[in-house]
């Protein structure tokens, strides 16, 4: 059974940085591109990058490109998502995805997805 399990949410200042990881289990991680996404309700899902298991190739989105950093370790099994410059907006529901392919072009060539965690920019 695979399973994505999401930790580091919280409130934080604007401002300030969080770092959330991912500790994936049940696949073989050295073999899946890793993604965050964000969702905030009534707008929909945003990608914010991933990391590709091929290259290492990383795609980020404009919005938080220079502020957010994807990294992952394939021994530990996990990918970490490093944000700096926190700004209201970046408030959301932060996912981390698994997809099989090495450039994912769309959700939906996502195969799996992790349960979320809340990232709150507030002062």
């Known amino acids: 059974q695979v399973q994505l399990v999401e930790s580091g949410g919280g409130l934080v200042q604007p401002g300030g940085s969080l770092r959330l990881s991912c500790a994936a289990s049940?696949?073989?991680?050295?073999?899946?591109?890793m993604a965050w996404v964000r969702e905030v309700p009534g707008k929909g899902r945003e990608f914010l990058g991933n990391?590709?298991?091929?290259?290492?190739?990383?795609t980020y989105a404009d919005s938080v490109r220079g502020r957010f950093t994807i990294s992952r370790d394939n021994v530990k099994n996990t990918v970490w998502l490093q944000m700096d410059s926190l700004k209201p907006e970046d408030t959301a529901v932060y996912y981390c995805?698994?997809?099989?392919?090495?450039?994912?072009?769309?959700?939906?060539?996502?195969?799996?997805w992790g349960q979320g965690t809340q990232v709150t920019v507030s002062s």
């Open positions: 995805a698994a997809s099989g392919r090495a450039r994912p072009t769309d959700f939906s060539e996502y195969d799996y």
């Open positions: 049940g696949l073989r991680f050295s073999l899946y591109t």
């Open positions: 990391k590709s298991y091929r290259d290492g190739r990383m």
